[in-house]
């Protein structure tokens, strides 16, 4: 069994008689003047050994420990009445070693960074490699302390990065990691207000698959919140837990940025905080438990109003797969037993554990039935799922056969789901034509060979009700306002180098446009006759056509070069999400149950070394 877990045992057992008995460690008889060890000291060991079944140097030590502690923390409120100075303890935490406990005086008026730099110079580790979490939120470093809600003689958590230069390397890279994580998801979120109901991109659904209409503001905070999170368990199951806590926490900070109802309607914000109190566990933070025991009695809300007080609603809302379900439910007690066990209230613990217990061994799977999925091509979670799946609508009991078949229809599903939105994203692509009928994608692909973008293409058939020749009359004569995208690249410098060639330039003029726009655009589009007519569609009314062509002004110019600026920044900009999609999505498990999966061996490993404390 841990050791330090152990440890912690016996001075909770202690801390519950010494506030059942009143007793002031710093205070005389216990506390002599020159710190000596007092003989009160060594009674009061003796008496709670024999109490408690435990060996008397154990308790002694245990005592001497808190007894150093309260003194601690009684001089430090003394400093603080004098001086105005805080005492903080920062307990430090760094890969491959014991935490470290630092204490540190400051103003409470202080910016954060304060603090971080203090805890920077103690380490000897660079500021912007920690972070300082204190009470569930990561603290700014621009705010105050004391707007932060931090007071004299709190304990804080931080997360710092190791000493070692291959440590320091990977710990960058981390750093980096989550930094780009977060700009990424910025970025992608900036979109957001140009989405409409039918965009499909990060849609939010409820638990029976009704899509939730969101504010844009709300909806915003909800994507970077969603992109965190599951970043977040991404660092989860690498083991990286102190990533993670960060990343949950941030993610949680901008879930809350929604209202409460939105909030309970679905279960991620639930689940969030069910990852968190288990990231405080893994990284062995006793002092988040009040934290965690606020986040596990919101989501045990949450999941009560969604799946019933006995999972009764699970069945209606998930059919079999609603075994999978139940792992939250497990994790739940489980981290509300460890909770109680923390908060010295034991019997609670153990019934808490005893239901996770339950849970569990509801949820075990055989073994050898995994393995015989996996020979025919599933992989280790996908067979535990199917498994405990057909295994709740069947008493219990494991069939490969059927867990193979509950797979293979839910891949169906998901395939002939997938094919479905790619036709219906299609069908809002080529919208509908005037008479309500839908766009002829044959014809769309006709036009396209023609020379003609799709989106013009698109934009010509609604108007002329997929009327092919019509449409081809209208890209050229009446649709001077089409909104088209530059396929150029170049920039003005390279524009400005291109000669345009003299046949394009008569063909252009041929059709009508002014000859310095003709020009302009067979140097933006570096001689491609087909994208240079594009592009002076897109233009709109600065290359609207005429006949007979007459020196150009210097505004009219300076209008067009300019909006071929913007429509060059707007796709770059573009490529700029399309590359931010490509890092998140390299990074994150897209599968909807994929925190369902779980084996279970962590959450066996921690039952068993709690219950046999209790």
């Avoid at 001089?75 to 430090?92: I, L, M, P």
């Avoid at 440590?167 to 957001?192: F, G, N």
């Avoid at 809302?317 to 994790?331: D, I, P, Q, T």
């Avoid at 229809?409 to 479905?420: F, G, P, S, V």
Wanted: hydrophobic letters at 40%.
């Amino acid at each position: 069994m841990d050791s330090d877990l152990q440890h912690e045992d016996i001075l909770i057992k202690i801390r519950a008689k010494l506030v059942e008995h009143k007793i002031k460690l710093w205070e005389p008889p216990y506390a002599l003047e020159d710190n000596e060890l007092s003989q009160s000291l060594q009674d009061l060991a003796q008496q709670y050994a024999a109490e408690l079944s435990l060996d008397t140097d154990t308790v002694l030590k245990a005592l001497r420990e808190l007894q150093i502690h309260s003194m601690d923390r009684f001089k430090a409120n003394k400093d603080f009445k004098e001086s105005g100075c805080a005492t903080v303890r920062v307990k430090a935490t760094k890969t491959g070693k014991k935490p470290q406990i630092i204490k540190v005086q400051k103003k409470l008026d202080v910016p954060s960074s304060e603090l971080i730099q203090a805890v920077a110079d103690e380490v000897q580790a660079t500021s912007n490699r920690i972070k300082l979490i204190y009470n569930g939120t990561v603290l700014k470093p621009e705010e105050t302390l004391e707007k932060q809600g931090v007071k004299n003689g709190v304990q804080i958590m931080a997360v710092i990065m190791t000493e070692s230069p291959e440590q320091v390397e990977k710990e960058d890279r981390r750093y980096l990691e989550m930094k780009t994580t977060r700009d990424d998801a910025l970025l992608l979120s900036e979109t957001v207000n140009d989405l409409t109901e039918g965009d499909d991109y990060m849609m939010l659904e409820d638990q029976t698959g009704k899509a939730v209409k969101l504010p844009a503001k709300e909806r915003r905070a909800l994507l970077v919140g969603l992109t965190l999170h599951e970043r977040g368990r991404a660092a989860a199951r690498r083991q990286d837990w102190p990533l993670a806590l960060v990343l949950l926490l941030e993610a949680d900070r901008l879930f809350r940025e929604c209202s409460s109802k939105i909030l309970k309607s679905v279960d991620n914000w639930a689940v969030l905080q069910l990852d968190i109190a288990w990231a405080y566990l893994c990284v062995r933070d006793i002092a988040c438990a009040n934290d965690a025991a606020t986040r596990l009695e919101m989501a045990e809300e949450v999941f009560k109003k969604m799946y019933g007080e006995n999972h009764e609603r699970l069945v209606e809302l998930k059919g079999s797969r609603a075994a999978n379900e139940r792992v939250l439910f497990m994790r739940l007690y489980l981290l509300q037993g460890i909770v109680c066990f923390h908060q010295n209230r034991r019997t609670e613990a153990k019934a808490l554990l005893n239901k996770a217990e339950k849970e569990l061994n509801f949820l075990r799977v055989d073994e050898s039935s995994v393995s015989t999925l996996m020979e025919v091509g599933w992989s280790e979670a996908e067979a535990r799922a199917g498994l405990r799946a057909v295994g709740a609508s069947q008493g219990g009991t494991n069939h490969v056969d059927a867990a193979h078949a509950h797979l293979e229809a839910i891949r169906d599903a998901k395939k002939q789901a997938r094919i479905e939105r790619e036709k219906d994203r299609k069908r809002r692509n080529r919208g509908l034509c005037v008479d309500g009928s839908a766009v002829n994608p044959a014809l769309v692909e006709a036009l396209q060979s023609m020379g003609y973008s799709r989106k013009l293409a698109t934009r010509a058939l609604q108007q002329s009700n997929n009327h092919v020749g019509e449409a081809v009359r209208l890209i050229q004569e009446e649709m001077p306002d089409a909104l088209m995208e530059s396929e150029s690249s170049s920039d003005e410098q390279t524009t400005a180098k291109v000669e345009p060639e003299p046949k394009f330039v008569e063909e252009l003029l041929g059709m009508g446009y002014k000859e310095e726009h003709a020009k302009l655009a067979l140097r933006m589009s570096n001689n491609e006759i087909a994208k240079a007519v594009e592009l002076l569609l897109a233009a709109g009314s600065d290359f609207a056509t005429e006949s007979g062509s007459a020196n150009p002004s210097t505004s009219t110019e300076g209008n067009a070069k300019k909006k071929l600026k913007k429509v060059k920044k707007d796709k770059e900009k573009q490529q700029e999400r399309e590359q931010a999609l490509k890092r998140l999505s390299s990074v994150i498990k897209t599968g909807e149950d994929d925190y369902l999966d779980s084996s279970l061996r962590e959450e066996e490993e921690f039952l068993v070394q709690y219950k046999s404390l209790l």
